[in-house]
């Protein structure tokens, strides 16, 4: 097996997939060698899993500073004090905290260790006290709704919340909570699940990297927490020597007996499969875009950031484009993480209603890309279409340290052919983060232009994921990107298309940054504009034509009669028509960029690159060029 090659194999003896040795990188096993000989003499028999943790997280901080020469990463005191068990109800709540706090605050402006602590101290007074602070908090701070997503463990406010029967000496009673197939392992696979979350609480205002992505972050934590683990595995397997950061039989004895967290309640899905290993997909797509010898500065970097809270620099995009910007007001900051002002978002479309596309950047540094749908009707012409999108990519698209052209994330919104088939040959050469589909990947049938793999390989190759039926996420966003987040309105939203060819197993999508919105309808049917309605009425949701939004982009090709019901046609200024035509046969998509009305910012950020379409804003119909 290569070493950054996705390993989906399970041992016959526990079912359980192991992390092969070969898919650490060198600087890995030099890490995990100088903790272990530095942490050996003090990890004696019988101490507990948090005096473990208190040994192993210095000597594998003092281990990442020396070998990648970072900034050694300051422990936190009191790491035993740190650790709450709780209530699933608690920790519920707690999951309503968003991560990433608004710029220039800190947990500190919010919450304190106690709060957190008394939520889960068992007294009804101090619990009740304390969710009712929690309860009570700012709506950019606490998420409205319920969290029902069964959670082991989480990090706010650098205190780590575990669910209570996780931490006894037994397997607990609901799967859903059991982190290893084996009950004799369920000790060191909890002492793992601290030192993952114990990562979150020591990351730069504890939330890491998740303005660069949620799975990037994810995938940093939990190589810490292996590095951590993989430490104290090595001291227990006897192997805690200078040598085994290159011997192979040593590091094969680590691989095998180090217990991290699976997966136990069966699933349908590869990634969670029952005995799949917890964050797997995120690390294997850290060792095989980041990992590499050529790319150790940038990793560097990103562990910089990671604990420091500072944005690692990244490649800036320039590009010639159409700027859009709300008159009548004076100019002011956008709100952001950096608390200045914002620049402005990127949005590429084609000019050829047969094509569909939406190229999403956000300059940096770092620069982020996303992609949603790459597909062509004209087959004809499909060649030209690709080479103009290849070489869109190369003129805008971020660069990697090692050269090549990087999107973040990729979604196809629809599995028909024009919504996904140039995507295997127009990314050629690309490196290509996290993908989203809807319907099922085999329904990507369809023979991709210009010789490129069929598409369902292409999205098993990137292991991409499938939207839920009835699928939205308007409390966290489905990805970032930088500053920029991209929610789901909906997908299979009534629950009854998915893999069919009907308009519902469209994903409608919008993207927030700042005060701008762009909202991409896709092929929505009246069902889907129907529920949608439902969601953006709801408690929380995204303002796209009010305050705090101050800028509205909408692009679509819906069913003729869902424009009836597209939701944000109420309240839109009559001049603007109908954001959406009412049927996109043979014409090239409109798109609406409408100024909401209020005392909002006059730079919005939003630059609308057309390259032929016609741009709506306010009386002036402009005719965008090519770029």
């Given amino acids: 097996?290569?070493?950054?090659?996705?390993?989906?194999?399970?041992?016959?003896?526990?079912?359980?997939?192991?992390?092969?040795?070969?898919?650490?990188?060198r600087?890995?096993?030099e890490i995990v060698a100088k903790a272990a000989v530095a942490a050996s003499p003090r990890l004696t028999p019988?101490?507990?899993?948090?005096?473990?943790?208190?040994?192993?997280?210095?000597?594998?901080?003092?281990?990442?500073?020396?070998?990648?020469?970072?900034?050694?990463?300051?422990?936190l005191p009191d790491l035993r004090g740190r650790v709450v068990p709780m209530s699933p109800e608690g920790i519920s709540l707690l999951a309503r905290l968003n991560s990433t706090l608004p710029a220039g605050r800190t947990w500190d402006d919010y919450l304190t260790p106690a709060d957190i602590k008394d939520l889960g101290s068992g007294d009804a007074a101090r619990e009740g006290a304390a969710r009712a602070k929690i309860e009570g908090l700012p709506k950019d701070v606490l998420f409205p709704g319920t969290d029902e997503t069964p959670t082991p463990a989480l990090s706010r406010a650098r205190v780590v919340a575990v669910h209570r029967d996780i931490m006894t000496d037994?397997?607990?009673?609901?799967?859903?909570?059991?982190?290893?197939?084996?009950?004799?392992?369920?000790?060191?696979?909890?002492?793992?699940?601290?030192?993952?979350?114990?990562?979150h609480a020591h990351s730069g205002l504890g939330c890491?990297?998740?303005?660069v992505s949620t799975e990037v972050d994810e995938a940093y934590t939990e190589v810490l927490a292996r590095l951590i683990t993989d430490t104290l595995t090595a001291v227990e397997a006897g192997v805690a020597r200078p040598g085994l950061a290159t011997d192979r039989q040593a590091q094969e004895k680590v691989a095998t007996e180090a217990q991290y967290n699976v997966f136990v309640a069966d699933s349908k899905g590869a990634e969670q499969a029952k005995g799949a290993l917890r964050y797997q997909k995120n690390v294997w797509a850290l060792v095989r875009s980041a990992l590499t010898p050529a790319r150790d500065p940038y990793v560097r970097a990103q562990v910089e950031s990671y604990f420091s809270g500072k944005t690692p620099a990244g490649s800036p995009v320039t590009a010639s484009v159409v700027h859009v910007s709300t008159p009548g007001a004076a100019a002011?900051?956008?709100?952001?993480?950096?608390?200045?002002?914002?620049?402005?978002?990127?949005?590429?479309?084609?000019?050829?209603?047969?094509?569909?596309?939406?190229?999403?950047?956000?300059?940096?540094?770092?620069?982020?890309?996303?992609?949603?749908?790459?597909?062509?009707?004209?087959?004809?012409?499909?060649?030209?279409?690709?080479?103009?999108?290849?070489?869109?990519?190369?003129?805008?698209?971020?660069?990697?340290?090692?050269?090549?052209?990087?999107?973040?994330?990729?979604?196809?919104?629809?599995?028909?052919?024009?919504?996904?088939?140039?995507?295997?040959?127009?990314?050629q050469g690309l490196s290509v983060g996290i993908v989203h589909h809807a319907s099922p990947a085999p329904a990507y049938n369809a023979p991709s232009l210009e010789g490129g793999i069929p598409a369902s390989e292409w999205l098993k190759e990137h292991d991409a994921r499938e939207f839920p039926a009835a699928f939205s996420t308007l409390e966290r966003p489905l990805l970032t990107a930088g500053a920029a987040a991209v929610h789901v309105l909906g997908a299979h939203l009534d629950g009854s298309a998915r893999g069919q060819a009907g308009a519902s197993g469209s994903a409608v999508l919008l993207v927030t940054y700042g005060g701008v919105r762009l909202l991409l309808a896709s092929d929505a049917d009246t069902a889907a504009a129907r529920s949608v309605e439902k969601i953006l009425k709801s408690a929380g949701a995204p303002a796209v034509f009010t305050p705090p939004a101050s800028l509205a982009v909408v692009t679509g090709r819906p069913s003729?009669?869902?424009?009836?019901?597209?939701?944000?046609?109420?309240?839109?200024?009559?001049?603007?028509?109908?954001?959406?035509?009412?049927?996109?046969?043979?014409?090239?998509?409109?798109?609406?960029?409408?100024?909401?009305?209020?005392?909002?910012?006059s730079e919005c950020g939003a630059v609308i690159s057309t390259v032929g379409h016609e741009a709506v804003y306010g009386h002036v119909a402009e005719e965008a060029g090519n770029g």
């Fill in 1 to 25: 097996m290569k070493w950054d090659q996705k390993n989906y194999w399970f041992a016959p003896s526990a079912g359980e997939e192991v992390w092969s040795p070969e898919g650490r990188p």
């Fill in 27 to 29: 600087w890995y096993w």
């Fill in 46 to 75: 019988g101490l507990d899993d948090l005096a473990q943790l208190d040994i192993a997280v210095p000597s594998v901080f003092r281990a990442l500073a020396e070998v990648l020469g970072v900034t050694c990463p300051e422990v």
């Fill in 170 to 199: 037994r397997l607990p009673s609901d799967v859903r909570y059991q982190l290893t197939l084996s009950a004799d392992r369920h000790g060191p696979a909890r002492r793992h699940l601290l030192a993952h979350e114990l990562m």
């Fill in 208 to 211: 890491g990297l998740q303005d």
């Fill in 332 to 427: 002011q900051p956008l709100s952001g993480r950096t608390g200045s002002r914002q620049a402005p978002v990127y949005l590429y479309m084609p000019d050829d209603g047969a094509v569909d596309y939406h190229l999403l950047v956000v300059p940096g540094p770092p620069a982020h890309a996303v992609l949603v749908d790459c597909g062509c009707d004209d087959r004809s012409g499909g060649g030209a279409v690709v080479a103009e999108l290849r070489t869109l990519f190369q003129r805008v698209l971020p660069t990697t340290p090692d050269g090549k052209r990087h999107l973040d994330a990729v979604v196809i919104s629809r599995s028909v052919p024009r919504r996904y088939n140039m995507l295997a040959a127009a990314t």
């Fill in 560 to 601: 003729p009669e869902t424009g009836k019901w597209w939701p944000w046609t109420q309240g839109l200024p009559a001049q603007f028509g109908p954001p959406v035509p009412d049927h996109h046969s043979g014409r090239p998509r409109r798109i609406v960029v409408a100024g909401v009305a209020g005392d909002g910012p």
